[in-house]
């Protein structure tokens, strides 16, 4: 399973390029949430290959919803073809392709694929994780105050401005520096090789972190919920970190449920 994850997401890669360099069309699913054509023929690109090779397994992809029903292994395959379209729609080279796969509510692989840098993520239960075939390990970080974390924004960021802002100023406080790329999967990936030492963010889906998530954990993260509770593919919210640093995060994430 997953050498076809990292076929498809390979695949799915060419597709998003290929498309990034002779055009494409953009719809509206929300006021700032875009989906384009690169979004759909990748996803069925990947749904198809799954389809051809593993027809009892159930797949749940962002733009196509659920389709199959669970095995007897209870195998589900959760994509998301182009993580990063507001990027994409840009030209902004800061996108990617991933797949988890789940077994029984648990993430047990996952691969992510960024074309823009030919960098291929993946990781099974067990086995460690890996960055173009190497070994990835999470930083040393220890101090909050030397980290570099990064975070996101979900689609009702408007509605819920103030909401989320607080947490923005209480790491930029409390850091060496916090980032947005616009790409949660990348973001995940770049805590599990190091170049992050932790990831914040609410409002997130499946598609989002289900590859992230045993990619993280097998590079010798720690991944939780904002609140530090247990984690799971179907949480709107997720805190990742090196581990080293987790308790920390929680600590200034409580800080601010108790300024209201």
Same mark, same amino acid.
């Given at each position: 399973?997953? %050498?076809?994850?990292?076929? $498809?997401? +390979?695949? #799915? !890669? =060419?597709? @998003?390029?290929?498309?990034?360099? &002779?055009?494409?069309?953009?719809?509206?699913?929300?006021?700032?949430?875009?989906?384009?054509?690169?979004?759909?023929?990748?996803?069925?690109?990947?749904?198809?290959?799954?389809?051809?090779?593993?027809?009892?397994?159930?797949?749940?992809?962002?733009?196509?919803?659920?389709?199959?029903?669970?095995?007897?292994?209870?195998?589900?395959?959760?994509?998301?073809?182009?993580?990063?379209?507001?990027?994409?729609?840009?030209?902004?080279?800061?996108?990617?392709?991933?797949?988890?796969?789940?077994?029984?509510?648990?993430?047990?692989?996952?691969?992510?694929?960024?074309?823009?840098? %030919?960098?291929?993520?993946? $990781?099974? +239960?067990? #086995? !460690? =994780?890996? @960055?173009?075939?190497?070994?990835? &390990?999470?930083?040393?970080?220890?101090?909050?105050?030397?980290?570099?974390?990064?975070?996101?924004?979900?689609?009702?960021?408007?509605?819920?401005?103030?909401?989320?802002?607080?947490?923005?100023?209480?790491?930029?406080?409390?850091?060496?520096?916090?980032?947005?790329?616009?790409?949660?999967?990348?973001?995940?990936?770049?805590?599990?090789?190091?170049?992050?030492?932790?990831?914040?963010?609410?409002?997130?889906?499946?598609?989002?972190?289900?590859?992230?998530?045993?990619?993280?954990?097998?590079?010798?993260?720690?991944?939780?919920?904002?609140?530090?509770?247990?984690?799971?593919?179907?949480?709107?919210?997720?805190?990742?970190?090196? !581990? =080293?640093?987790?308790?920390?995060?929680?600590?200034?994430?409580?800080?601010?449920?108790?300024?209201?």
């Amino acid at each position: 399973m997953i %050498d076809l994850a990292i076929r $498809a997401a +390979r695949e #799915a !890669g =060419a597709i @998003l390029q290929d498309y990034a360099a &002779r055009g494409f069309q953009i719809e509206n699913k929300g006021r700032i949430n875009l989906v384009t054509e690169a979004d759909l023929a990748s996803e069925r690109h990947i749904t198809q290959l799954i389809g051809s090779h593993f027809p009892s397994h159930r797949i749940l992809a962002e733009e196509g919803g659920a389709s199959g029903h669970p095995g007897e292994d209870n195998y589900v395959w959760i994509i998301d073809p182009l993580d990063g379209t507001t990027n994409y729609s840009h030209g902004f080279p800061c996108y990617a392709v991933s797949i988890g796969i789940e077994r029984h509510g648990k993430a047990v692989a996952g691969v992510i694929y960024d074309p823009t840098r %030919d960098e291929l993520f993946a $990781a099974e +239960r067990g #086995a !460690g =994780a890996t @960055l173009n075939g190497n070994k990835i &390990r999470v930083s040393a970080v220890d101090h909050l105050e030397r980290a570099l974390v990064v975070s996101g924004f979900p689609y009702d960021v408007r509605e819920r401005m103030e909401e989320y802002l607080p947490a923005w100023r209480e790491f930029l406080k409390h850091t060496q520096g916090a980032r947005r790329l616009g790409a949660a999967a990348i973001d995940m990936c770049c805590v599990a090789s190091g170049r992050m030492d932790g990831f914040w963010e609410n409002g997130l889906n499946p598609w989002d972190t289900a590859a992230g998530w045993v990619i993280i954990e097998e590079a010798g993260g720690r991944v939780t919920k904002l609140d530090g509770s247990p984690f799971d593919n179907y949480s709107a919210s997720l805190l990742c970190t090196n !581990g =080293a640093i987790h308790d920390q995060m929680l600590a200034v994430l409580a800080s601010l449920k108790n300024e209201r």
